[in-house]
């Protein structure tokens, strides 16, 4: 009996310059998945990046997110009809064709306000510091941490203030890397600042989505 378990990669949050920049290793076990080896020797699988539609092509547009570019090839029509200049956030798979990588989306969701862009490039600079750190195994800069955690807070509480209940979603998740000490953080914590009824309803579908780990019973993080 074979027990060899498939590998299923988290969506990783990147950007496309770092992405594009990767060499595509594709496995010969059909149970393990083809993945992106980045230059700090990260393996991505699956992705989560923010960008404009740029470009529509008969079957696929292209998205951008200020720094560069990657064609996104949806083989489901509904993810089809998204306009032109629209800000979407896709989770999805990378391929490779003829040396040109692409994203095979699981998930697009529409942002409907431009700070979700901002959001995103603070979370990727913490990200930043904090890989930097693991690597030089020292002592990495607090400020800058504090910093970017502060700004991204500001910018969460804005659009927040603006209503944007489409991004219901998006703002859980943004939360929770801000709220994050460590440990990860508890879903009452998170529901005090989301103040909605259905936001533990919400909270348990990115947990059934895979995008965020309920690490021990009521506690969540993103791995």
């Known amino acids: 009996m074979n027990n060899t378990k498939f590998e299923r990669f988290v969506a990783k949050k990147i950007r ?8 595509y290793i594709k496995e010969e076990n059909e149970l393990s998945s083809n993945y992106i080896l980045l230059s700090n020797n ?30 996104i090839r949806p083989f489901n029509q509904e993810f089809q009809n ?9 989770i999805g798979k990378v391929r490779e064709y ?15 306000n431009i700070l979700w862009k901002q959001v995103r490039e603070l979370e990727l600079k913490y990200l930043s510091i904090i890989s930097n750190a693991c690597v ?3 002592i990495h800069d607090i400020r800058a941490e504090e910093n970017i955690s502060k700004n991204q807070k500001i910018i969460v509480e804005e659009i927040k203030d603006n209503n944007v209940e489409d991004n219901i979603f998006d703002m859980i998740y943004s939360l929770i890397p801000t709220l994050d000490k460590g440990d990860g953080v508890t879903i009452e914590e998170l529901k005090k600042h989301i103040k909605r009824e259905d936001c533990e309803k919400i909270i348990y579908r990115l947990i059934e989505e895979g995008e965020v780990f309920e690490i021990k019973p009521g506690k969540i993080k993103i791995l």
């Not at 496309?16 to 060499?23: A, E, S, T």
């Not at 990260?42 to 529509?56: A, F």
């Not at 003829?98 to 409907?112: A, C, S």
């Open 16 to 23: 496309i310059d770092d992405l594009n920049r990767g060499k």
């Open 42 to 71: 990260d393996k991505v699988s699956r992705v989560n990046i923010i960008g404009l539609n740029v470009l529509e092509l008969p079957d696929s547009f292209i998205l951008d997110d200020g720094n560069a570019q990657i064609p």
């Open 82 to 90: 998204h306009k032109l200049g629209s800000l979407l956030c896709v």
């Open 98 to 112: 003829n040396n040109t990588k692409y994203v095979i989306p699981e998930i697009i969701k529409e942002l409907n």
């Open 136 to 138: 030089d195994k020292g």
